[in-house]
């Protein structure tokens, strides 16, 4: 059973920056996708950043991208989300998802695809 643990979550300024850690554990396979979501109070989940552990393809939502980067340490077994340029809308409770199948590159955007869940980790962003 795979178990994902979300760290580094806090309270920082708009324009700092803050990097989640998501250490895996149970068997994570080359072929698994790794994801971030978030969900602010009051909406749904969205999807953040993916990438394939093995081969390190990266996705991002164009919310993110130029500000957020998703990263792995094989040897840690551990995901990254380092957040640069943090906005107030940044803020909300980000989890971090893994996903089994084999085609879950075809819609890595999807929470559908990601078998396992992290417990998450609040960010709040001040103005």
């Known amino acids: 059973q795979v178990q994902l643990v979300e760290s580094g979550g806090g309270l920082v300024q708009a324009g700092g920056s803050l990097r989640l850690s998501c250490a895996a554990s149970?068997?994570?396979?080359?072929?698994?996708?790794m994801g971030w979501f978030r969900q602010a109070p009051g909406k749904e989940r969205e999807f953040v950043a993916a990438?394939?552990?093995?081969?390190?393809?990266?996705y991002y939502a164009d919310s993110v991208k130029g500000r957020f980067t998703i990263s792995r340490d094989n040897a840690k077994n551990t995901v990254y989300l380092q957040m640069n340029s943090l906005k107030p809308e940044d803020t909300a409770v980000y989890y971090c998802?893994?996903?089994?199948?084999?085609?879950?590159?075809?819609?890595?955007?999807?929470?559908?695809?990601?078998?396992?869940w992290g417990q998450g980790t609040q960010v709040t962003v001040s103005s």
């Open positions: 990438m394939k552990w093995s081969y390190g393809t990266t």
């Open positions: 149970g068997g994570i396979f080359s072929n698994y996708g």
């Open positions: 998802a893994a996903a089994g199948r084999s085609t879950w590159w075809l819609n890595a955007s999807s929470r559908n695809q990601y078998d396992y």
